[in-house]
């Protein structure tokens, strides 16, 4: 579909091509004809679809052919008609049009005439008031291509004028209009006859005086052949003498009259070339006025008129001008420089340079200008804080110099000793005020979010020829690029500083224009402030995707928005790792928070709240971890696509798990480790209070031993409930953060999973055998000394005594024992007891190996003592407990008659007579957990 141009528009015309398949791209067209002329170099290509060019000398109706590289050559399927439209005298044209048949008059003069003699407005004398026209000047062209209306054209067509002026009318019209244009033809002619007639003796006297004139002509010339004074020399002195006299009378009038003239001429000078005299002091008060548009039109004007002028007045004013101009141009040159300034106002200072012919090249200075202006405000933003940050400790140190740790310890590490002295705090001290480099991090971003985009708007101004009309060098945007990188050069670099990030292959900032930021890219931050630093981490990653979504915006390269891609993945790793780091700690640290706060379940036993504080603290470091740092903004790079990213996430994600059991572990250690003394135990009480850490406590024991004795919890009571605690993380908590980690999206790993649970059963075996090592020694240890109470000796026994004293004990340890488990962590109460059987029946076996000889009582109290044992651990019997005591007995003689048998029979039944509540212990069916 092609627009065509407006009737009234003259050759050239400009002329916009919509259609199809009009090239892909700027270099896909190669040709470009219209109605058999080349337009090819004066076609843009802006589209598939549409094409602007410029007609070239055509008339009439043609193709129009566009050729491409894809396509080849193609024609538009509707035909293209250009035309030259008439111009009248009082029509505005860019072209001279010879008018010289249309000024004259019958006697050859030519003067100014009214339009109405160029064309007649009814040379035929019709009345046309209810004409209309029916025809329109394009439908008219299309009927005479080659003709024309107006009368005053040499293609004047009679049939187009008819049909255009008087489309109603009749034929018997059309002959009256005939008639009528002949009798005004004819009394044009008649005219001029008529003209001498009525002037004829003017034109007899007139050529009279012509004849007198000729014969006066020839009678001087016979007179001056024969040497005779001619009539002319006579009347040539006269005039000398008349002169002469004349001069002599009007001498000082006359001259009067020349200065008077000069000085009229002067002024008339000055009247006409004011614009020129009065240009200086128009300049000086339009600059002060700030008409810079008004400057640079008056100077444009004259430069054009007066610029070559020989005039030697003319050439000294305009020197002052050229003066003043370039003050001018030193003025906006030096406004250029005067950073920050809005960019559109850059642009018109540039336009005013450009205008002026300023020398160099003033867009490009003024890109060069931004850039260094925008590295400086970086540096001083970094300069600035480093200040802050170093006053800051050293107030820090002036004020807390007699602490013991002393200002900067308490500034970075005093944390964690007011976190272990304080137990039940949660809240960080580092997190109350954000460090200075996350708010230099802050400030940094935007400024660069401010000053950036002026400079890249700058840039595309220029390059699009918004500041001078000529060729712009192509080398000119590769140079550019490089200013643009260079600045994002320093800004990473300065990030990278202030965060501790890696450095990454993003070149070195070896360019000649950023040379002087390399010292203060030098300046080092206060290794005090590293650890609050990585803390806050994650809230720098806001600001700097802010920043990369505005750079998105401005439609930048991926060479250069590689630099920013880098920064935030490497930005994004440290703050996965910090996160998780802290995440560590934290779970690290958790014993010391624990409380003795203990909730019974029915199904767990005794807990506290220790599993779910780790539970809480994994499950805020994965969503934190998700949401602000895996989660990938636009144009960002995949965290977890990367193979090396998932290998440290399944890393830190290992180590957070593995750190329970581990503070666990630690916390039981303490528990073991504390003194026996201090940790005296009431095992007949089962009510825990929560108590707080004292205050200013000296060491983790003293807290743990003034916990201990205040919640009336003795050590092996903590044991249990630590033991409780592993038991329900491995069981509840562990499956639950396995199955948030791969819900969240986190790359799985089998073998973390496995890990775990394998530590966690170690930590179970660990404080089991803790425990029993706690309860077992004493009972085991007292056996050998109760066996041999009152110098008791086997081969001279006198009586069997009954089941013995110590075999009591041991059952009465035992009953202890499952006393506490069942009333701490019931699950345990069979591998508990077993166990303790299991200890207490290879200490029988080993002491009754040592016995050389048996009395015969003493074979039978032997045999009573052991049985007993045998009898009174009933189910909680394990196999390996029941072979021991079975081979202890085979130590021991055989009854020789059945009056033994008898004998040990009875006391056995004594035995459970008397020991009847004590024996209901260590049957299942009493078991409650």
């Known amino acids: 579909m092609i627009r065509r141009p407006p009737r009234s528009t003259l050759f050239p015309y400009t002329t916009l091509f919509r259609s199809e398949n009009l090239g892909k791209t700027l270099q896909d067209l190669i040709g470009l004809t219209i109605c058999g002329v080349d337009c090819f170099l004066s076609a843009e290509w802006q589209a598939p679809n549409k094409i602007i060019a410029r007609t070239g000398p055509v008339k009439g109706r043609g193709d129009v052919i566009v050729t491409t590289r894809s396509g080849g050559k193609g024609t ?89 002026n008087h489309y109603e009318a009749t034929f018997n019209d059309l002959k009256a209009g005939l008639n009528h244009l002949k009798r005004k033809v004819s009394s044009q002619k008649e005219g001029k006859l008529s003209f001498l007639k009525a002037n004829i003796g003017a034109v007899l006297d007139q050529l009279d005086t012509l004849c007198n004139l000729q014969e006066n002509i020839l009678k001087d010339k016979t007179a001056s052949a024969s040497g005779t004074l001619l009539s002319t020399d006579k009347i040539e002195r006269a005039i000398v003498r008349s002169k002469t006299e004349a001069e002599s009378l009007f001498k000082d009038v006359l001259g009067r009259r020349d200065r008077a003239d000069a000085t009229r001429n002067a002024l008339g000078v000055l009247q006409r070339f004011k614009f020129l005299f009065h240009l200086p002091c128009t300049i000086e008060r339009n600059i002060q006025k700030g008409d810079y548009d008004i400057v640079i039109n008056d100077y444009a004007r004259a430069k054009s008129l007066f610029a070559n002028t020989e005039v030697q007045l003319f050439r000294k004013v305009y020197q002052e001008v050229e003066q003043r101009i370039t003050n ?42 931004q850039q260094d202006y925008i590295v400086e405000v970086l540096l001083n933003c970094q300069e600035v804080h480093l200040e802050q940050e170093s006053s800051y400790i050293e107030s820090l140190l002036q004020s807390k110099s007699s602490s013991k740790t002393g200002g900067l310890l308490s500034a970075t590490k ?94 070195d900032l070896c360019s000649v224009r950023v040379a002087k930021a390399v010292p203060a890219l030098k300046r080092n931050w206060l290794d005090a402030t590293k650890d609050a630093t990585k803390l806050w981490l994650p809230h720098s990653v806001q600001p700097i995707r802010h920043l990369y979504s505005a750079l998105i915006e401005l439609d930048l390269s991926n060479d250069i928005l590689l630099l920013m891609q880098n920064l935030l993945f490497d930005l994004r790793i440290s703050c996965m790792k910090s996160t998780f780091s802290r ?14 706060v203990i909730n019974m379940d029915p199904e767990n036993g005794s807990i506290t709240q220790l599993p779910l504080v780790y ?84 060491s983790i024991s003293d807290r743990l031993v003034a916990e201990s004795t205040e919640s009336n919890c003795s050590r092996e009571k903590m044991l249990l409930v630590i033991l409780g605690n592993c038991t329900f993380t491995k069981k509840n908590i562990l499956p639950r953060l396995l199955e948030s980690f791969q819900k969240h999206g986190y790359p799985t790993d089998e073998s973390v999973g496995q890990e775990t649970l394998y530590n966690f059963e170690q930590l179970d075996h660990f404080l089991f055998h803790s ?32 089941v013995r004293s110590y075999i009591k004990e041991i059952l009465i340890g035992i009953i202890a024992v499952h006393s506490e488990v069942y009333s701490v962590l019931p699950s345990i109460i069979d591998r508990s007891v077993q166990h303790m059987i299991e200890a207490i029946s290879d200490e029988i076996l080993r002491l009754f190996s040592c016995i050389e000889r048996y009395g015969h009582y003493g074979n039978l109290q032997a045999r009573v003592d ?64």
């Open 583 to 596: 995440a560590q700690e934290e779970v690290r640290n958790l014993h010391l928070r624990e409380t003795w």
């Open 866 to 929: 052991v049985e007993a044992l045998k009898l009174a651990f009933g189910s909680f019997l394990s196999e390996a407990a029941k072979n021991t005591l079975t081979e202890t007995l085979e130590l021991i003689p055989a009854l020789k008659n059945q009056k033994d048998n008898r004998v040990v029979e009875e006391e056995l039944n004594i035995f459970q007579r008397k020991m009847k509540f004590y024996l209901m212990c260590f049957k299942s069916e009493q078991i409650g957990g």
């Open 76 to 164: 538009c399927t509707i035909q293209f008609r250009s035309f030259f439209e008439s111009i009248s005298p009082l029509k505005e044209s860019a072209f001279w049009m010879d008018e010289s048949h249309l000024i004259s008059n019958a006697w050859g003069r030519k003067h100014p005439a009214v339009p109405s003699q160029y064309q007649p407005e009814n040379p035929l004398g019709l009345n046309d008031e209810g004409n209309v026209k029916k025809f329109s000047e394009e439908e008219l062209h299309e009927h005479f291509p080659e003709g024309s209306g107006n009368l005053s054209l040499e293609n004047f067509v009679p049939t187009w004028f008819l049909v255009e």
């Open 615 to 698: 539970e809480n603290s994994v499950l805020k470091t994965i969503q934190l971890v998700q949401e602000g740092i895996l989660q990938v903004g636009p144009r960002e790079t995949e965290l977890l696509g990367n193979s090396a990213a998932e290998k440290e996430v399944v890393a830190l994600w290992r180590e957070l798990l593995l750190g329970f059991p581990r503070s666990l572990k630690q916390l039981a250690v303490m528990v073991t480790e504390s003194q026996a003394s201090s940790l005296a135990a009431n095992t007949s009480g089962h009510s825990f209070v929560a108590t707080k850490s004292p205050e200013g406590g000296s």
């Open 771 to 802: 425990y029993m090592e706690l309860k077992c020694d004493p009972v085991v240890g007292a056996i050998e000394q109760g066996v041999y109470a009152g110098r008791f000796d086997w081969s001279t026994c006198p009586r069997v005594l009954g």
């Open 328 to 369: 001018f141009r030193e003025m906006l040159y030096q406004r250029v420089q005067n950073l920050p300034m809005p960019v559109e106002k850059q642009k018109k200072l540039i336009c005013y340079l450009v205008n002026l012919e300023c020398a160099g090249d003033p867009g490009w200075d003024c890109i060069k200008f």
């Open 414 to 507: 005093g944390l964690k000793e007011r976190r272990s002295s304080n137990a039940g705090r949660t809240a960080d001290s580092r997190l109350d005020r954000p460090p200075h480099r996350i708010l230099f991090v802050e400030s940094l971003c935007s400024l660069t979010i401010q000053e950036f985009p002026n400079l890249w708007k700058l840039g595309q101004s220029y390059f699009a020829g918004d500041f001078i009309a000529k060729d712009i060098d192509s080398s000119r945007m590769n140079d550019f690029n490089s200013l643009v990188s260079e600045v994002l050069h320093v800004f990473c670099k300065l990030i990278r500083d202030a965060l501790l990030l890696p450095v990454t292959n993003e070149g």
